[in-house]
Nanobody
Framework: VQLQASGGGLVQAGGSLRLSCAAS????????VGWFRQAPGKEREFVSA????????RIADSVKGRFTISRDIAKNTLFLQMNSLKPEDTAVYYC??????????????????WGQGTLVTVSS
């Protein structure tokens, strides 16, 4: 599977963006699809994940209540709706896939295919 992340950009604090992660080559079926972000000089951070077969989701506490994850099965695309954005949300956002157990989804080292990343910049 190959991943294409898109939707990043520059937005003012309090604004919204919707990121997309499209799969090509094969379906997301059977995968866990995750969103991570990495700010300059910081570790890659778990944001959210979606178990494609079954629809189980998880959102990191740091973005809970502001970010939501959803999918379009027909388009084989995962979305991350980001509302009430804050300057500390500024980062490169990546989508990735894995087939590991659900309890390990926050560990970026367990994901084996990554998209190219999309930059989100939130100005104050």
């Amino acid at each position: 599977v190959q991943l294409q992340a898109s939707g990043g950009g520059l937005v003012q604090a309090g604004g919204s963006l919707r990121l997309s992660c499209a799969a090509s080559g094969q379906s997301f079926s059977g995968y866990i699809v995750g969103w991570f972000r990495q700010a300059p000089g910081k570790e890659r951070e778990f944001v959210s994940a979606f178990r494609w077969s079954g629809g189980t989701t998880r959102i990191a506490d740091s973005v809970k209540g502001r970010f939501t994850i959803s999918r379009d099965i027909a388009k084989n695309t995962l979305f991350l709706q980001m509302n009430s954005l804050k300057p500390e949300d500024t980062a490169v956002y990546y989508c990735a896939v894995t087939r590991i157990v659900w309890s390990e989804i926050a560990n970026h080292k367990r994901y084996n295919v990554w998209g190219q990343g999309t930059l989100v910049t939130v100005s104050s």
